[in-house]
């Protein structure tokens, strides 16, 4: 798999930054509603939150790249009602404490 190798290398590359995507955190009651669990890695929560996207088909269908956010997932991204994909990853990364190095 290409994805696995990918991550292995950039694991060997940077170890402290893997870590903080793949580690288990406690989520703030906001993205714990939306996600439904009370840890969960920042990889994952960016995955429900697509997985999210994609069911709800929240995707503006003449831009892929922009995402019309219903009222729950404006919960979680900053109440903006539309989100560029370049940023949802910023927004979510928001919700997680800071690594420190």
């Not at 697509?50 to 956010?69: E, G, T």
Request: proline share 6%.
């Amino acid at each position: 798999m290409v994805v696995g190798a990918r991550l292995r290398k950039a694991a060997a590359e940077n170890p402290k930054k893997v870590a903080g995507l793949i580690d288990l955190v406690n989520l703030p009651s906001t993205l714990r509603d939306f996600v439904g669990q009370s840890q969960i890695s920042q990889l994952g929560c960016f995955i429900k939150v697509w997985s999210y996207i994609k069911a709800h088909k929240l995707q503006d269908p003449r831009n892929k790249n922009v995402v019309n956010c219903d009222d729950k997932l404006k919960s979680i991204l900053l109440g903006k009602p539309r989100v560029e994909l370049l940023e949802l990853p910023n927004l979510i990364k928001l919700h997680f404490p800071k690594v420190t190095k």
